[in-house]
């Protein structure tokens, strides 16, 4: 201990300070925030993109930005399956991107984390299909860009169904009667997704119910939706729905690979069952629930969103005025040519010629018969009560009521916060 | 005393190097040493862990949705809420589940892979290679590869093509809670992953045994085998033994990369990382809430670390047991 302190004097001090100040210099060399050098000049914009399934998505994204010569555009492809986390998160720190693509909900205006387009839309927002200017829209402003909508709804083997005598279902219980006929040794009925999260909307649709009503309040706890998930544990536990695949719904291969007869995947993957089935593939909408109900269509799809925290938020702005609003020819691009979605300006989607014949037409007439659009109102953490809700009663085999008692206090804690 | 003495006496030739000057930098200072080896550890451990811990003590106060700069002080109101959540408290439980049968069993089957291995006469070392090899895998690359290759539902898995051997249908491992096959999934996961290492540490204090002490127990007539075992190499083993299970017991509690891509989004088998990771980081984004469920469970940590280092006696000196 006497060393120590005989030791103690102002050089070694220096040293110290030497050694601690050396370890900051090397801590702070990872200090990568994904944003390449400008070269000293021009504004640097990074955008936040979750990975297609669809080849050639991200080469397109990175050609779009390519093409911008008022900014130097940086794409960030994030793989895996909680993009939303990662973007979260990073938007808490000063490594937020500049723009980025996420769904419609409120949360991120009322945390102020997105800005008003209102300004650059507003000039062509009559070519916009209403629906989604209305589900980026919070007290008259809008927030989001639509970039695609992607309805989902089942699709099937024709051959399969007359083979085993099955005609395409129009209630939720003739749906599982096929799937129970259409289940053999090594192909079994029906795929809707590993956790059945993709169904959770359409089912309660169908039940002639919804998420939130239009005073915002609860309109999913219905004698129908309970309903709905009785019938939805029967067809969980009949042993004729596929579970555990290798690759979820929203991937082409369970159908595309035998595994199954129908699946539930959205109008992207059109593409790669047509390529691979040929003329063997059709498709029909969730059908309805409750005599009361009625089919109904998921309309999911993609928005693009300025962070409204950043450093550039008007260069990210004409950013996304000259992508997603100016250049149609990108916009047509990249709804048609990477699998199959909707464009959202109606003049697009009226000149695209791959969606007016044959199947892709099938699923525009869908689209428009059966579609629900997001609902800004409903949130992720509203998305996740109804997701346990699943887990605990069709899944895990709970009571209904109980399990929907539980989502009820989960979101009217957060329309509470959100809404007052 | 006596080595100075002895110099004095006799002082040989200085070297050369003796001539030079009084020695400094790296070898001269034992604070500049000191700082220099820990520093940047002690550096990182403020940054990393000690603000951590403190903003997440002072977060748990407040209302911090999709923010970690709040303003808005709730008290106890974030502890109220986890507690009351089933989900977070329901998590604990299925720690315990996990702890129950995972600590004894890494520990039973390192300790077997150790005593197979150092009892090799040959190729010790490639068998040694081949049960520390899956150490070196990540946790998540592993959970990728029982959940799509060897467990996943369809026929072609490799664990659904056995049993088709013998007439069992396919089996859905991860997406159905009843029976709850997933446990199974994720026990054979990390024992896979984690008995190499442990087994390391076991046969390295096997070999730290003198051999005198199974002579004397075979001169007093001691049986080789069982008898050996439990009278001689198992008390032999018990300050390994000890910090094995504590060392399991803290990873037990840390679990989160294969129950996380195992089970995605489910309501069962989430322990308390994964239960955190979706109220704070998930969709919900709740930061306050999430530390306080964090700094609950740092103290339950806390709690059962020093009641299990009071229960197998871990850190006590020889002079203590």
Redesign the interface.
Same mark, same amino acid.
């Given at each position: 201990m006497s060393?120590?302190s005989s030791?103690?004097d102002r050089?070694?001090l220096f040293?110290?300070a030497a $050694?601690?100040a050396a @370890? $900051?210099t090397?801590?702070a060399c990872g200090s990568n925030n994904g944003r390449s050098d400008s070269g000293g000049s021009g504004t640097n914009l990074t955008q936040f993109f979750h990975a297609y399934g669809e080849a050639g998505t991200e080469q397109a994204i990175k050609k779009y930005a390519a093409a911008y010569d008022k900014a130097k555009v940086n794409t960030q492809w994030i793989t895996g399956?909680?993009f939303?986390?990662k973007l979260? @998160?990073t938007?808490?720190t000063k490594n937020a991107p500049d723009l980025f693509e996420f769904h419609p909900q409120i949360?991120l205006v009322k945390?102020g984390?997105v800005a008003d387009l209102t300004d650059i839309i507003d000039p062509v927002k009559d070519d916009f299909n209403p629906a989604d200017i209305t589900s980026h829209t919070v007290d008259g402003k809008i927030y989001g860009v639509r970039m695609i909508d992607d309805p989902q709804f089942f699709f099937y083997r024709p051959s399969l169904l007359e083979k085993a005598g099955v005609k395409v279902p129009t209630t939720l219980d003739e749906l599982i009667e096929a799937a129970a006929k259409l289940t053999t040794s090594?192909v079994k009925g029906l795929f809707l997704g590993?956790?059945l999260?993709a169904v959770i909307n359409p089912m309660i649709w169908s039940a002639g119910a919804d998420t939130l009503d239009d005073k915002n309040q609860i309109a999913y706890h219905t004698d129908g939706v309970i309903e709905g998930i009785k019938k939805m544990r029967t067809l969980?536990t009949s $042993?004729d729905l596929?579970?555990?695949?290798?690759a979820d719904y929203w991937d082409a291969s369970a159908l595309n690979q035998g595994?199954c007869a129908m699946q539930f995947c959205g109008m992207w993957a059109m593409p790669q069952f047509q390529q691979t089935l040929g003329d063997d593939i059709g498709v029909f909408p969730f059908p309805k629930v409750t005599d009361s109900g009625k089919p109904s269509v998921y309309n999911g799809g993609w928005s693009m969103f300025v962070n409204a925290k950043g450093e550039n938020v008007e260069a990210a702005k004409a950013y996304v005025k000259w992508l997603w609003l100016d250049q149609k020819t990108y916009q047509e691009d990249w709804a048609t040519s990477y699998g199959f979605h909707i464009p959202p300006r109606t003049s697009i989607a009226a000149s695209a010629t791959k969606l007016k014949s044959g199947l892709p037409a099938e699923g525009v007439k869908l689209f428009t018969d059966y579609g629900h659009f997001d609902n800004i109102g409903w949130t992720?953490?509203m998305?996740?009560a109804l997701?346990?809700v699943f887990?605990?009663s069709v899944?895990? $085999?709970g009571d209904p009521e109980a399990s929907l008692d539980?989502a009820d206090k989960t979101v009217n804690r957060e329309l509470k916060?959100l809404f007052g | 005393m006596s080595t100075t003495t002895t110099r004095d006496l006799a002082r040989p030739a200085p070297a050369k190097a003796s001539k030079a000057k009084p020695r400094r930098g790296l070898r001269g200072s034992s604070t500049f040493n000191f700082w220099l080896f820990t520093g940047p550890f002690l550096v990182g451990l403020v940054i990393f862990v000690y603000v951590p811990i403190g903003w997440s003590i002072w977060l748990s106060f407040f209302e911090a949705r999709f923010t970690v700069t709040p303003d808005k002080f709730v008290g106890f109101e974030n502890y109220r809420f986890m507690l009351d959540d089933n989900d977070f408290v329901g998590s604990l439980g299925t720690f315990t589940v996990f702890a129950a049968f995972i600590v004894p069993t890494t520990w039973a089957l390192s300790l077997g892979l150790a005593l197979l291995v150092n009892r090799l006469r040959f190729m010790r070392a490639f068998f040694r290679s081949v049960f520390f090899l899956p150490t070196a895998c990540s946790y998540v690359a592993a959970s990728l590869i029982w959940k799509m290759s060897i467990f996943n539902g369809v026929r072609f898995g490799l664990a659904n093509t056995v049993i088709g051997w013998f007439g069992v249908d396919n089996i859905a491992w991860l997406a159905n809670p009843d029976p709850p096959w997933y446990w199974l999934v994720i026990l054979t996961a990390r024992l896979w992953l984690q008995s190499g290492f442990f087994m390391i540490l076991f046969l390295a204090a096997l070999q730290n045994i003198p051999s005198e002490l199974y002579e004397a127990a075979a001169i007093d007539g001691a049986k080789p085998g069982w008898q050996t075992f439990w009278y001689i190499t198992l008390p032999q083993l018990r300050a390994t033994s000890t910090a094995v299970v504590l060392l399991l017991l803290v990873a037990a509690y840390q679990a989160f990369d294969e129950f996380f891509n195992l089970l995605s989004k489910t309501t069962w088998g989430r322990p308390p990382l994964v239960e955190l990771y979706y109220t704070a980081l998930g969709q919900n984004q709740d930061y306050g809430a999430g530390s306080a469920g964090a700094v609950m469970l740092t103290l339950l940590i806390v709690i059962v670390t020093l009641f299990q280092g009071k229960l197998m006696g871990f850190g006590r000196g020889d002079e203590s047991k």
């Open positions: 060393a120590m030791n103690w050089r070694s040293k110290a $050694g601690l @370890a $900051g090397l801590a399956s909680d939303e986390s979260f @998160a938007l808490l949360q945390s984390q090594k590993n956790d999260h969980f $042993g596929l579970l555990d695949a290798p595994l992720q953490a998305i996740t997701e346990d887990a605990n899944r895990k $085999g539980k916060k | -």
